[in-house]
């Protein structure tokens, strides 16, 4: 269905970024892989946003609030990061306000 697109990005997105970060060795490495894989995503988030796809920016959204972004500074680790988590959703509610996954992650994002 429609409403499994989101959630299916979603876990792609996750599967790729966690199978990417576990397979880089040196810490350096690891930071660089997050990265290409966080630029692949804005790139994703601008294409969604164009295209108007209220389901993948939801999973996006979800991703940032689950996931969050590396911290370089953090030896590249991942921390949630809900001001964009926040800002997904929102931009997935202004597209589509139907979309009840959305409306209820950015709730818990806001909390």
């Known amino acids: 269905s429609e ?6 990005e979603l876990f792609a997105v996750v599967e790729r970024v966690t ?3 576990y397979a880089a060795q040196e810490p350096e490495r690891k930071i660089g892989v997050m990265r290409s894989q966080f630029t ?5 988030h601008s294409q969604a ?3 108007r796809e ?3 920016l939801a999973a996006m959204g979800e991703f940032y609030r689950l996931i969050g ?3 370089p500074d953090r030896g590249g680790k ?5 001001p964009t988590a926040q800002s997904c959703l929102q931009q997935a509610l202004t597209i ?3 979309v009840g996954f959305a409306a209820e992650r950015l709730a818990r994002a806001q909390t």
């Open 3 to 8: 409403g499994d697109a989101g959630l299916c």
């Open 19 to 21: 199978a990417t970060y």
């Open 40 to 44: 692949n995503l804005y790139c994703r």
């Open 49 to 51: 946003v164009e295209a």
């Open 54 to 56: 209220a389901l993948a």
């Open 69 to 71: 972004g590396p911290a």
């Open 78 to 82: 991942c921390f949630p990061h809900l």
């Open 96 to 98: 589509d306000p139907s």
